[in-house]
């Protein structure tokens, strides 16, 4: 939480943290992506990623169906507010 309110204030924090952290991320889903389709073929099972910032970081190209799953921004408050209750 502690950097999050870091990063959250400071967009310059933010990007700094993001490039450090985004490359090793990257890589890691790209590669979960990959087996994960390999396994598919004989398993029968789907690959589901969560991405929050999917449109935003312009990687939709990746996905044959994207499900997206929305709610009203007073329940984003609510939830937001129940996870962090302290």
């Known amino acids: 939480r502690a950097l999050g309110a870091i990063c959250f204030r400071d967009s310059h924090k933010r990007r700094k943290l ?3 952290t985004h490359p090793t ?3 890691v889903m790209m590669k ?3 087996w994960g389709g390999l ?3 004989t398993t029968g099972k789907v690959v589901v990623v969560d991405i929050p ?9 990746l996905f ?3 499900v997206v799953v929305a709610c009203s921004p007073e329940q984003q ?3 937001l507010h129940k996870r962090n209750a302290e």
């Not at 910032?53 to 190209?61: A, I, Q, T, V």
């Open 18 to 20: 993001n490039s450090i």
């Open 25 to 27: 991320i990257s890589k």
């Open 32 to 34: 979960r992506i990959i």
């Open 39 to 41: 396994r598919s073929i």
């Open 53 to 61: 910032l999917l449109f935003e970081g312009k990687l939709e190209w």
């Open 64 to 66: 044959g169906i994207i």
């Open 77 to 79: 408050l609510q939830r």
